[in-house]
């Protein structure tokens, strides 16, 4: 069955039109003569059965179904040009894969390891965005996610890599002679806004006496802690594998014990099992869960 779509044309016609408030200006931008913008939109209204502009001797306006319409269009535009661009980018011997990530985990475990995986895969090109919160795989576009485990992700196939432990960090320029448990309550806290009760429990499970945990400056990612906390702001209570590096460098402080619970644990998901040696995406699964082996090894462990 054919679809009832007007012609691309048409559309490009109408959406320029209606971005410019004018014909004449949506013929510069389409090197086209103001009578063929005309014709074109003019020919879209008559596909679609109404008017789109009001026209008032050279002047035209849109009308409310020309409003939505145009917005609608616009975005169906928008996204056509994207996905094609993308294609147009894939290399022509090569393979891609599109993985959803928790911003932080991305930036500060996955793409510093990434050359790794690059050097043994040169023709796989893996490509990141991020997803705060779970979602619906299936239809996402997505070939795999790397987040938290959650009821959500139910009837797919998860696999566990790291544990998210958290550990109080800050600036060395902080750090005094006094004891690090009455300094710890002494010094700005910054909050996680989505965790607004981690002091509270850190207190509780370490025994550190801290006065009113509840105060200090919240942000919305674990990225924005550790900036803040190496902009000497305050203590920051992250991850400890996103500040690895920041550690050994001597950049952050950390004289307080981590948390003695398992705040959350990050997981691969994947829409079909792990098959060995079976197309970029289980090369990609195979090497990350490698890599979330070693470095959860690596990571040191602290009693308190």
């Known amino acids: 069955m054919r679809r009832k779509i007007p012609s691309n044309s048409a559309l490009m016609a109408f959406e320029a039109a209606a971005r410019h408030g004018s014909f004449a200006r949506a013929a510069d931008e389409l090197a086209l003569t103001e009578g063929a913008v005309s014709r074109q939109i003019a020919r879209l209204e008559s596909f679609l059965g109404v008017a789109l502009f009001d026209r008032v001797g050279n002047r035209v306006r849109l009308v409310p179904n020309g409003t939505r319409y145009a917005a609608q269009v616009r ?7 994207r996905d094609s661009q993308y294609l147009m980018g894939q290399p022509i011997d090569g393979k891609s894969i599109d993985i959803a990530a928790i911003p932080t985990f991305a930036t500060r475990w996955l793409i510093p390891r990434l050359k790794r995986f690059q050097d043994k895969n040169p023709n796989i090109t893996v490509h990141l965005a991020e997803r705060m919160e779970p979602f619906i795989l ?21 696999h566990h890599l790291l544990r998210e432990v958290l550990i109080p960090v800050c600036h060395p320029a902080l750090l ?38 509840a105060v200090g400056a919240r942000y919305d990612l674990h990225s924005m802690l550790i900036e803040a ?4 702001l305050g203590v920051a209570l992250v991850p400890r594998l996103y500040v690895e590096a920041e550690l050994k460098q001597g ?4 004289p307080w014990p981590e948390g003695k619970t398992i705040a959350k644990k ?7 099992p792990i098959k060995l040696g079976e197309g970029p995406l289980q090369a990609f699964a195979n090497w990350i869960l490698d ?7 690596a990571l040191p462990r602290q009693t308190g």
């Not at 299936?138 to 998860?158: K, M, N, R």
């Not at 448990?181 to 806004?193: C, T």
């Not at 906390?229 to 000497?232: D, E, F, K, Q, S």
């Open 291 to 297: 890599e979330a082996r070693i470095s959860e090894h």
């Open 138 to 158: 299936a239809g996402s576009g997505f070939d795999a996610a790397i987040h938290f485990e959650h009821p959500a992700w139910a009837g797919l196939h998860t």
């Open 75 to 81: 975005e169906v535009l928008d996204r056509l040009e």
């Open 176 to 213: 005094t002679d006094v004891k690090p448990e009455i300094l710890l309550d002494g010094l700005p806290r910054l909050h996680r806004r989505q965790n607004p009760e981690a002091w509270q429990l850190y207190a509780q499970e370490t025994g550190i006496k801290l006065t009113n945990p």
């Open 251 to 254: 950049r952050l402080a950390a």
């Open 266 to 272: 990050f997981c691969l998901v994947l829409p079909e």
């Open 229 to 232: 906390a190496l902009a000497g």
